[in-house]
């Protein structure tokens, strides 16, 4: 579950860069100068990830020695420190759950060091004027995931499956919902053989394969199962939109 949770930080990461160059791009098509900076994304964020785990113990090692986590106040022994005769507070706060709260942060600050050595020189190559925007977008939510896991980390390490999973319906739904033509043939023929649809696609399938594979840990055969469910959800749509869809539901009151 730990190396499962360190997985959803290197996934979340990475996908915020990806947003971000694709919405700073604002081009329907993928082209070499947008996939040259998605694969510059990945790079960075894997050494990001690679250098992070080296330098805690063992030092040098991809593997992690690790404390563990019992319950939620590991993540906050702040708040627990001792006051022996119930007189002064004595400050002795450790990391309870190492390397799993520091490992956050030394990833998210080599992420952000690889971004400005790497991204802005080849933004203004690949993308002039336009791919700014992404490295100032990286600007922004590296520093709000900084706090956020300063805060919530605990929260986020007990959650993240559940998370991951309600936040790539909502993406994958809000995918196809701005499709402009909302037939169940259009919606098919543009999934797969639109290659930037099929991409994304498949990548909302992968995340929701994470989150199944991080709230179940495949601990039963009965789980495995349950990644045909996977593709349910684009599906689900496909077959539904023509009932939902804004315009005839206006004109069935336009009719009354």
Known sequence: YDYLYLAAIFITTLLSHWVAID?????NKLTKEIIAL??????????SGVVSVLVF??????????????????????????????????????????PLFSIVFVFYTVNLVALLLVRPWLSSKLLPGRGRSAVYAALYFLPVYTLLHTVCGGLIYYSYPYIILILSLISSAGHFAFKFDQSMRKLFLTTVTDTRNVIIVLGHWTLHGFAIVSITQLTETLHYSLLALVPCPAAFYILTAKFTNPVKINKIYEDQ
């Open 57 to 98: 113990e063992p030092v040098g090692s991809l593997k992690i020695h690790s404390c563990g986590v019992k319950k939620l106040s590991d993540w906050y022994p702040v708040l627990h420190n001792p006051t022996p005769n119930y007189e002064d507070k004595l400050y002795c706060t450790h990391e309870v759950v190492y």
């Open 38 to 47: 998605h694969v510059s994304a990945l790079i960075e964020t894997c050494v």
């Open 23 to 27: 919405f700073a791009a604002k081009r």
